[in-house]
């Protein structure tokens, strides 16, 4: 009688690799909106000091 010997196939699969590269994408969007929030503040705090210093 054969022994039959199953190998194990190593490495990440289709759909791992997916999941992965999705919560990447959501950490990067994150961060990106995070800053673009920050930024937009920044102006938005500039615009109003210089409106209020033509006001009399």
Known sequence: MTKI??????GFT???MSM???VVALIISAVT????LQRNTVY???ATSFVRGWQL
């Open 33 to 36: 909106l995070g800053s673009n």
């Open 5 to 10: 010997t199953l190998t194990r196939q190593r």
């Open 20 to 22: 992965a590269l999705i």
């Open 14 to 16: 289709l759909l791992e």
């Open 44 to 46: 938005q705090h500039m």
